[in-house]
Every structure is written in C-alpha cells, then in structure tokens.
C-alpha cells in the first residue's frame, strides 16, 4: 500500500498523523509525509518580490517557512516510525499551492491512499480558492482518509 500524508504543522495534521499511525497498515507500506510550502506569491498573479531590504525579508520568511515544513515531515516521520518501524518513509517539503500539489504528489508516488487533516494553517488559500481537503477529495483519483480533531 502507498500513502501520501499531506502535513502542515496544523493541530488537524496531528490528529491525520495519530489517526494514520493507529491504523493496521499491511507490510511494505509506504508512506510519502509531505508538507506544501505555500507561497503567497504564487496565489497572487503579478506580485512579485521586492529588491533591497524587503527582498532580503521576504527571503527570510521563506527560510524561515521552509525550516519549518522540513520540521513538520521529520515529527511526523518519527512519529509513525516509532508506532510502526516496518514502515517504509520519505519526506518532502514542496513549493506550490495546495490542493493541485497535493493531487500531483499522489499521482506522482502512485498513491492509494492520501490522508489529510480536515482543516489547515492554509486561511489564506481557503479564502482564494475553498477547502483544500475537500477539493482533494472530490478531485483525487484514490481514496482519501479526512481526519476530523474531535472537540
């Protein structure tokens, strides 16, 4: 079985972790723990980063964000490997927006499975572009597993 684990530092990604990570998986499963580094450029045509001392800031924040996606994938790699060290893991952090990298990431690593929190960190794709797992959901050519944090 192959499954992508779409991240993002969320309390809902931790719930999809811990929901992934108590589930019976069969042997050799494999297991792609991603996190989309969403850059707000890239939402936004015609923006562009500035020279100077606001580029440098921008660059900054975007180390910065990068840092802590490959932060985010490394938890949630010890996380499950410690629940189950048969597992077979990698991680990537990728530039994009969400819901079409998320897709193209399963499509790439022939998922059959992907798991997602319900919501995310991502307020500002939402506002863009809708739910971002329920756009996987409805346009993934797998299964999808949403994790709901329970209140």
Do not use: W
């Amino acid at each position: 079985m192959k499954i992508v684990l779409a991240i993002d530092g969320s309390d809902f990604s931790k719930v999809a972790i811990d929901q992934l990570a108590g589930m019976p998986l069969p042997p050799n499963t494999e297991i792609h723990i991603i996190n989309i580094l969403e850059n707000p450029m890239l939402a936004t045509p015609g923006m562009v980063p500035l020279g100077g001392s606001l580029g440098s800031h921008y660059e900054e924040a975007l180390s910065g964000a990068r840092r802590s996606a490959e932060g985010f994938v490394a938890d949630a790699a010890r996380a499950l490997k410690e629940t189950n060290g048969k597992l077979s893991l990698t991680t990537a952090v990728v530039n994009g927006l969400p819901k079409s990298t998320i897709l193209e990431e399963a499509e790439t690593f022939g998922a059959d499975l992907i798991v997602i929190g319900s919501q995310g960190h991502g307020a500002f794709s939402r506002f863009l572009l809708g739910s971002v797992s329920q756009s996987v959901a409805i346009h993934a050519t797998c299964s999808v597993l949403i994790a709901r944090k329970k209140e």
